[in-house]
T-cell receptor
Framework: KNEVEQSPQNLTAQEGEFITINCSYS?????LHWLQQHPGGGIVSLFM???GKKKHGRLIATINIQEKHSSLHITASHPRDSAVYIC???????????FGTGTRLQVFP | GAGVSQTPSNKVTEKGKYVELRCDPI?????LYWYRQSLGQGPEFLIY????????DSGLPNDRFFAVRPEGSVSTLKIQRTERGDSAVYLC????????????FGPGTRLTVL
C-alpha cells in the first residue's frame, strides 16, 4: 500500500466542468504539495499547504490534517488544464517528498 | 531569473556503461533534491543535499548510484554499470532552504538504457 494515494487515476471532463482530485496519506506530515506535470514537460508546483485552504486563480486546494486528506479543485476547467496532477507529502522530521502516482486529467472542448 | 536546469535532456546509453546527469539549481538555493520517475508512476525520492553534504541518501536504490555536490551548487548524479531498469526520467529540484521550503523542479533528464 502506498503511503500516498490519489483518486481518480484518470479523469476526463468537458470544458467548464468543476474538477476534484483527491489525495489520502497514511503518515504524519509537515506539508502537502500539489504539482502539475504536462506531457513531456517538467513539474510545476501549484500549492504547498499544511492546513486549511489555498486559492490561486481557478485552482483551490484544501487539506484536512485530522482525516489525512487533501483535495485539489479546478473551477471552470479548460483544455489547457489537461495534465497529470500529483500529490506529494513531506513526512514529519524529514525533508523528502513522497509522491502519489498522479491523476491524469483530460479536458475536452 | 533562471530556473533549475538539467543536462542532458536525453541520454541513451548501453547496458553496463557509466553515465553522469547534471543539475544546476536556482542560484542561492541551498537544498537540492534528486528524484526518479518511471513511466506512468509518480517520482521517487533518491537523495537530497543541504549545501555540500548529502542529508538523506536513503532513496538511492543501490551502490551503483552516487551523487555529489562539491561546491554546494551544481550536483551530478552518477550511475555505474547501468541496467535497463535504470531507464527513467531523473528529476532535480532545489529549494531556498530545507524544512519546508517550496521545491522548484527542473525539466528532467530522460535516461534510456538499451
Amino acid at each position: 500500500k502506498n503511503e500516498v494515494e490519489q483518486s481518480p487515476q484518470n479523469l476526463t471532463a468537458q470544458e467548464g466542468e468543476f474538477i476534484t482530485i483527491n489525495c489520502s496519506y497514511s503518515v504524519g506530515i509537515s506539508a502537502l504539495h500539489w504539482l502539475q506535470q504536462h506531457p513531456g514537460g517538467g513539474i510545476v508546483s501549484l500549492f504547498m499547504l499544511s492546513s486549511g485552504k489555498k486559492k490561486h486563480g481557478r485552482l483551490i486546494a484544501t487539506i484536512n490534517i485530522q482525516e489525512k486528506h487533501s483535495s485539489l479543485h479546478i473551477t471552470a476547467s479548460h483544455p489547457r488544464d489537461s495534465a497529470v496532477y500529483i500529490c506529494a507529502v513531506r513526512w514529519q522530521d524529514t525533508d523528502k517528498l513522497i509522491f502519489g502516482t498522479g491523476t491524469r486529467l483530460q479536458v475536452f472542448p | 531569473g533562471a530556473g533549475v536546469s538539467q543536462t542532458p535532456s536525453n541520454k541513451v546509453t548501453e547496458k553496463g556503461k557509466y553515465v553522469e546527469l547534471r543539475c544546476d539549481p536556482i542560484s542561492g538555493h541551498t537544498a537540492l533534491y534528486w528524484y526518479r520517475q518511471s513511466l506512468g508512476q509518480g517520482p521517487e525520492f533518491l537523495i537530497y543535499f543541504q549545501g555540500t553534504g548529502a542529508a538523506d541518501d536513503s532513496g538511492l536504490p543501490n551502490d551503483r548510484f552516487f551523487a555529489v555536490r562539491p561546491e554546494g551548487s551544481v550536483s551530478t548524479l552518477k550511475i555505474q554499470r547501468t541496467e535497463r531498469g535504470d531507464s527513467a526520467v531523473y528529476l532535480c529540484a532545489s529549494s531556498l532552504w530545507t524544512s519546508g521550503g517550496e521545491q522548484f523542479f527542473g525539466p528532467g533528464t530522460r535516461l534510456t538504457v538499451l
